[in-house]
């Protein structure tokens, strides 16, 4: 198994930067000038996004594709969610995530990359069977959304037209990501480890964190 320490120092400094921002966004948020530290999301996760792909083990033509992909899955699926109450509820996006086409913003096709890329790492760094390692990518995005999804509204990101998270949020998050995580598994063939996993766990952190505080 591959060790999880950076080697390279572009990889060393991207890990120091993203946990940087999150600590400073986490600090920020709970304790500091809420409104500020949010209004920096759209260029963290940005930041996050060129950093994932700086890091890269291979970056041609199967990877970028992939990414194209996974991209306008998550474009769709979304624009269909906000829309027309299809597979995720009926919700709407908030205006902290940005410029936004039919109603959803950009940064969540590029996040649907990120988190895509991140578990399936994770899972292919505990799994080596790739339709195991998929399923088990598309469980650790729908354990995340669990975290993500109590403070999402009050981050001014998305909120539900129902008082909580319909189950058909989840089974949506379960249906797409594992469409994508098969996409990643079987296009992906030297997958990064190190950034990736520590990407996970900085997000992970992050919003258990935060909720835990009176936002």
Partial sequence: ????????????????????????????????????????????LFISFVLLFINQVQLEKPELNAALIIFFIGMISEILG?????????????????????????????NWIILTFITGSMSSYIIKNKYIAALTGAILMILLDLIIEPVAPLLGFWIFDSPTVPLQNYIGWFVIGLTTQYIYHFNIERKEYSFSINLLLVNAIFFAFLNFQDL
């Fill in 82 to 110: 906000v829309n027309y109450g299809l597979i995720f509820g009926d919700y709407v996006y908030l205006d902290n995530l940005g410029f936004k086409v039919l109603g959803v913003p950009v940064l969540i096709g590029i």
């Fill in 1 to 44: 198994m591959k060790s999880l320490i950076p080697n390279k120092p572009t990889a060393i400094i991207s890990i120091g930067i993203i946990w940087l921002f999150h600590i400073c966004g986490m600090i920020g948020i709970s304790y500091g000038n809420k409104e500020f530290f949010l209004a920096f999301t759209p260029i963290n």
